[in-house]
């Protein structure tokens, strides 16, 4: 039982550089949701999605990009790391209004 | 808009004593609240929710919590803390977005506890 899965763990980009950080869950969960968490700071939403074709802007959605083909899948693009986007990011799945669930996380640095 | 505030960032206990970690609230609809905890290194595990039924809500590992619309809180406690206890804990609050419902987070509590 998977659950959320995120990939990769970690990652070192270089400043200007881009990635796609990767969500899949196996729950057949309508909410898929992206958040980065910096110290003391808590979680912030970047982007979020109701259903497979739909996402919406969160709290802190500059620098960042998403899609959603498929209701298993929800990757965050970022397109030109900058320092600032060093942090730890969640992705996270509920059936509805309700609970999410976590993936393990991927621990970002951009240097 | 909606927003979470988490009073105090840390709060340290001895074992065996009170825990207490307050959270109060904003909402544009009846809330649906939840504790979330993290443990180092790794992602956060629903703690309990309050969905709009009673508003003492029970949850793993001896926590609860209770909701209180006239307060616009929803503090969680456990009576007996134990050295397992030591966590980050997130309040969060489901409030309505464009399209749907968004998941709101504090900015969290870091509890110690002393032995």
């Known amino acids: 039982n998977a659950g959320v899965t995120q990939t990769p763990k970690f990652r070192i980009l270089k400043i200007g550089q881009s990635m796609t950080l990767q969500c899949a869950q196996d729950m057949n969960h309508n909410y898929m949701y992206w958040y980065r968490q910096d110290p003391g700071m808590g979680l912030k939403l970047i982007y979020y999605s109701v259903g497979a074709g739909i996402t919406d802007k969160g709290e802190v959605p500059n620098g960042y990009n998403v899609s959603r083909s498929t209701t298993e899948d929800f990757p965050l693009r970022l397109e030109l790391a900058a320092p600032s986007q060093t942090s730890v990011y969640f992705c996270?799945?509920?059936?509805?209004?309700?609970?999410?669930?976590f993936g393990q996380g991927t621990r970002l640095t951009v240097v | 808009a909606q927003s979470v505030t988490q009073l105090g960032s840390h709060v340290s206990v001895s074992e065996g004593a009170l825990v207490l970690l307050r959270c109060n609230y904003s909402s544009s609809v009846p809330p649906y609240l939840f504790w979330y905890v993290q443990y180092p290194n790794q992602g956060l595990q629903l703690l309990l929710k309050?969905?709009?039924?009673?508003?003492l809500v029970k949850g793993i590992n001896g926590f609860e919590a209770e909701f209180k619309k006239s307060e616009t809180s929803f503090h969680l406690t456990k009576p007996s803390a134990h050295m397992s206890d030591a966590a980050e804990y997130f309040c969060?609050?489901?409030?309505?977005?464009?399209?749907?419902?968004?998941?709101?987070f504090g900015a969290g509590t870091r509890l110690f506890v002393k032995a």
């Open positions: 969060a609050v489901s409030d309505r977005g464009t399209g749907g419902f968004k998941t709101i």
């Open positions: 309050y969905t709009s039924a009673a508003t």
């Open positions: 996270a799945s509920a059936g509805g209004r309700t609970e999410a669930f």
